[in-house]
């Protein structure tokens, strides 16, 4: 799969009006889920219908971001049945089904970026891969930062292109479509499309729109955090901000980077012989998430399950796959958290201790 | 031989044997896999052992202690089914006010003060104090929330047929609500339980469009300061809130917590 730019790029124009046309056009051929308004305030991605909504005005980040439809809460990984002579029969369940995530804002490019990674280095696993592979992305800019939890362009993921397979940019009333891949190219297709030659300008546009400074800014550059963040362990900040924690795991089931998992085999009640494992989201913050047999638990407060979970997203991961920041800056976490928890805030605060008061040793 | 399985009920409304009854799908292949011996709600005969006793209800006369404690005496597991029988369920609230009140309430204050000389009934306050299953005999086993969930019911029959330990994450119900991609409660200016409450329900009630009440329980872990400071920024008040814990769970919140 080439997800990457490079010599296929090619660009057209397209009227903002004529999109939602496009984009619907898709969905009747494909399975394709786009950010739309749901509940009282939020927004999902949901299947695209005749009737849907489709603007990038007006956007907040979807409760559940879009990487999950990769790998779904609840999943089969495969069927078994006992073999009285041989070894069991394993049939291994996998999601071929083509789908189009539209509207894909940088910030979760950069997530679907990351657990590719995940998900293919060292033990791959099929089950996303296989979804993966008959994903295409239609990502959009953001010029405006989505709300004041946003932190994106901080971690590094405001300009994330890379395996975007068409890339939008509104501007005023036209669209500028970069097609990144011949997947891509595939999909911009149409009397609405009118080709455009030289993107340099409309870029140019892009920019002199775009709010600066971009939402929240950590205290030092990204690439310093990992080394920061290393020297913290007995830090005052981890208790400070756990002490209205429920522990109820939100932060990690909405998080675009964190992928744990519990599996369960279940065998079935018409024949006892045969039966399925099935994976389900798990998270570090929930209590018993890090309980071994025998009933030890390795991370018993919610303190060290807080600085499990930070040190994930800037120290742990970011040293073993060379790229500072798993936490991609959504806000996700912080907007879910009935306890109003920022990951943003505890964050700066360790920096701001780092330089002030050096932790305990 | 298949383990012999039995059903008691106490005071409840026996919703969750119905429950039980309501596994069509799947309970012809249970049957294959034990055999009832009693069960009040579906056949009439009885049984002197059990493998496994499933309990509803709550416990609230001397003779429903004796009646507990003997069929605790002949089973090898006893699981106690539903919030009932888990922990008293709303009829647990009347712990809270004076039996002679409660009475008065019900019946009127003649009917009151003819049953307060009552031989029969008398004294009045064994009648009316409500306790869990698991206050009066040690419960292997808990099948929570009103009803229970025939997925755990289930789970739980087959564990216990093969052997294996059944598995109940003591997760809050938010687990669920965000694998269901449910908006929070709390963002549509309603208050919620479900985040110091027992999930494995699904979050049916939230998924439905109404809030977590917190039928399945607190979780062990529950940090019910911080939910109180929730709810109070809210802007309910500390006597609300008392009653939003005590709707179902009277028996685990006997008073407030320290501030």
């Not at chain 2, 908006?183 to 699904?202: L, N, S």
Request: aromatic share 8%; proline share 5%.
């Amino acid at each position: 799969m080439s997800i990457k730019g490079g010599d296929s790029v090619r660009a057209f124009i397209i009227r903002k009006n004529a999109v939602s046309d496009w984009i619907k056009h898709l969905a009747r051929k494909n399975s394709v889920s786009f950010p739309q308004r749901a509940g009282h305030s939020g927004f999902r991605f949901k299947p695209v219908l005749e009737t849907s909504e489709i603007q990038f005005e007006h956007y907040r980040p979807t409760l559940a971001p879009p990487g999950k439809q990769l790998t779904p809460a609840r999943e089969v990984l495969f069927k078994y049945r006992k073999n009285a002579t041989a070894d069991p029969m394993l049939e291994s369940v996998l999601d071929s089904q083509a789908r189009v995530l539209a509207g894909v804002r940088p910030c979760d490019l950069k997530a679907i970026d990351l657990m590719d990674r995940v998900n293919r280095e060292g033990f791959s696993n099929p089950h996303y891969l296989t979804r993966r592979e008959n994903t295409v992305i239609i990502a959009h800019d953001c010029l405006q930062p989505c709300d004041a939890a946003c932190f994106c362009a901080a971690t590094g993921s405001l300009h994330w292109r890379a395996n975007a397979d068409v890339f939008l940019t509104s501007l005023d009333d036209e669209i500028l479509v970069e097609c990144l891949s011949e997947r891509g190219i595939a999909l911009a297709q149409g009397d609405h499309f009118t080709l455009c030659e030289n993107t340099e300008p409309h870029k140019k546009r892009a920019e002199a729109l775009r709010t600066q400074p971009f939402g929240r800014q950590f205290p030092v550059p990204l690439e310093q955090l990992p080394a920061i963040i290393a020297k913290q362990w007995q830090s005052r900040v981890w208790e400070k901000h756990v002490e209205h924690c429920f522990s109820c795991g939100s932060c990690n089931m909405v998080c675009p980077t964190c992928y744990c998992f519990n599996v369960v085999d279940d065998f079935n009640l018409a024949d006892g012989d045969s039966g399925t494992r099935t994976s389900t989201w798990d998270g570090c913050m929930l209590p018993n998430f890090s309980e071994v047999a025998g009933g030890h638990n390795f991370r018993p407060h919610p303190a060290a399950r807080q600085r499990h979970r930070v040190k994930r997203k800037f120290e742990y991961l970011s040293q073993r796959f060379q790229e500072p920041g798993f936490c991609i800056g959504c806000g996700r976490c912080a907007r879910q958290c009935t306890a109003q928890i920022d990951i943003f805030s505890i964050v700066s605060d360790l920096v701001s201790q780092g330089e002030n008061d050096p932790c305990v040793p | 031989m298949k383990p012999k399985v039995a059903f008691f009920d106490f005071a409840s409304c026996e919703g969750c044997q119905l429950a039980v009854l309501n596994c069509e799908d799947v309970f012809l292949n249970i049957l294959e896999l034990v055999d009832i011996v009693e069960f009040r709600e579906a056949m009439s005969e009885t049984a002197p052992r059990f493998d496994v006793a499933f309990i509803e209800g709550s416990i609230h006369r001397e003779q429903d202690v004796q009646r507990l404690q003997d069929i605790r005496a002949r089973s090898t597991v006893l699981v106690a089914m539903g919030a009932c029988a888990c922990m008293g369920n709303v009829q647990a609230r009347s712990n809270f006010i004076a039996p002679a009140q409660n009475f008065q309430w019900v019946y009127g204050e003649a009917e009151r003060n003819s049953l307060q000389t009552d031989p029969e009934f008398w004294p009045l306050w064994a009648h009316t104090r409500v306790r869990a299953v698991k206050e009066i005999v040690a419960v292997d086993f808990e099948l929570r929330g009103c009803p229970m969930v025939p997925e755990e019911f289930v789970h739980l029959v087959k564990s216990l047929v093969i052997g294996s330990t059944p598995h109940f994450p003591a997760n809050a119900v938010c687990v669920e609500c965000k694998m269901d991609e449910n908006e929070c409660v709390f963002d549509h200016g309603e208050t919620c339980m479900g985040p110091i409450t027992y999930g494995g329900c699904k979050a049916v009630c939230v998924t439905g469009g109404y809030r977590c009440d917190g039928c399945r329980g607190l979780l062990p872990h529950a940090h019910r300061e911080a939910h109180r400071w929730l709810l109070k920024e809210k802007g309910l008040s500390d006597a609300h809130i008392d009653n939003r814990y005590r709707l179902f769970c009277s028996t685990q919140f006997q008073g407030r917590e320290k501030p």
